[in-house]
């Protein structure tokens, strides 16, 4: 079938397997390109289907030839509707590892349960014997627990008070006007038990219980902060108190594993654009100004740049060498560094707060915002013929 893009409210609702093989192969094309490291052997990435969970598992695939293990929660195709692009890029990472013979397993399903955790510590030991690495990036706005078969649901709320702002729609290329109520004490209880950390924890109890963590390895989980332009929504709502509960269960992980020669942190990363940030008000227009800013200054980073740096510069090149890895106070690695430079900041504020419907064009990149959108989806690739008949 011919596969269009079909967008609702922010949200693209298909996916075009061939753009998604490419997504996936400019990764592993770009970690190629800056040759080996000597990094993780043996990793785990829990969300490895997308975004900062599949960039981490290139990285550390093509760029230390580790072994890989990846847990996703995705759909195939169904009928005439098209798989996830979580799927196609998945199934994409494992051919390119078959072809250049790096070990590797998926697991599709549900990694909130106890089966799915099973499911991959038995792969483990199978495949590695143990884990050096073990990265939690999972995207979910749904948790079932797995002992009370109690269901929570995340939401994007601010707290305390109604947050109000305007956005871009990334569709149209206009702006609008946003507004969001706050969150009840029951939302926010809800987001930390989805987003926070505790099923972070309940991977790295199971891996230490079955011995499958090896003595030296490192977990990290995935944040962001941002510039208080977003703080109202972000940070100071309802997942930034989730992001504060990772942070927290970070250090304590952290304190564990040292003992036996491991660490455990949050990466604080860069705003990009994903099927989440997308329909978070404010934030598609606060990239889109980002990105131009960033480009102009030659510092703007996609996922994979991101991981590759992370990995290959930031942890590895100190961690192996026993010495310490720069984190900010709150002992988190920053790899939104470049973001949240002063020079960056103070020209997006200043763009912020003049752009109107007129002179959008001029404070922000729309075309590298809309064309990031669509290539998350498989869409937007110049090498791709959209207009062929392809098989979903």
Request: overall charge negative; glycine content about 8%.
């Amino acid at each position: 079938m011919v596969i269009k893009p079909m967008i609702r409210n922010n949200i693209c609702m298909n996916a075009h397997p061939v753009g998604c093989a490419v997504n996936v192969q400019r990764q592993i094309d770009y970690v190629r390109s800056r040759g080996t490291f000597d990094g993780p052997k043996n990793v785990v990435v829990i969300g490895a289907s997308g975004g900062y969970g599949l960039a981490s598992r290139i990285a550390a695939a093509f760029g230390a030839g580790a072994a890989t293990i990846g847990v996703s929660y995705e759909s195939p195709a169904k009928g005439s509707r098209t798989g996830t692009a979580g799927w196609y890029q998945d199934l994409a990472f494992r051919e390119a590892a078959e072809e250049a013979g790096l070990v590797h397993r998926s697991f599709i399903g549900d990694a909130f349960s106890h089966e799915t955790k099973d499911q991959v510590i038995s792969a483990v030991k199978e495949l590695m014997g143990t884990a050096d690495l073990v990265v939690y990036s999972l995207a979910s706005g749904v948790r079932v627990d797995p002992d009370t078969g109690e269901m929570y649901r995340s939401a994007l709320k601010p707290i305390g008070r109604r947050y109000e702002s305007i956005t871009l729609d990334g569709k149209t290329g206009t702006l609008k006007s946003a507004a969001i109520d706050p969150a009840t004490d029951d939302e926010i209880e809800q987001t930390v038990k989805v987003m926070g950390g505790e099923d972070w924890n309940l991977w790295i109890d199971a891996f230490e219980d079955a011995g499958v963590l090896a003595d030296n390895a490192v977990t990290l989980a995935y944040s962001y902060i941002g510039p208080d332009l977003t703080f109202p929504l972000y940070r100071d709502g309802t997942i930034g108190r989730a992001k504060e509960h990772l942070e927290e269960t970070a250090r304590t992980l952290d304190r564990r594993l040292q003992e036996r020669g491991g660490r455990a942190w949050v990466s604080v990363n860069k705003a990009l654009v994903t099927r989440a940030s997308s329909v978070i008000p404010a934030v598609p227009l606060y990239l889109a100004i980002l990105y131009r800013v960033m480009k102009e200054h030659d510092v703007h980073e996609g996922t994979i740049e991101q991981m590759d740096r992370m990995l290959r510069e930031r942890i590895y090149s100190q961690f192996t060498d026993g010495a310490a890895v720069p984190v900010d106070e709150a002992e988190r690695i920053r790899m939104d560094d470049w973001e949240m430079r002063e020079d960056i900041q103070k020209i997006v504020h200043e763009a912020w707060n003049n752009v109107n419907e007129e002179n959008l064009a001029e404070h922000a990149d729309l075309e590298g915002f809309q064309r990031d959108f669509l290539q998350i989806h498989g869409f937007g690739f110049d090498e791709v013929d959209y207009e062929a008949d392809v098989e979903i």
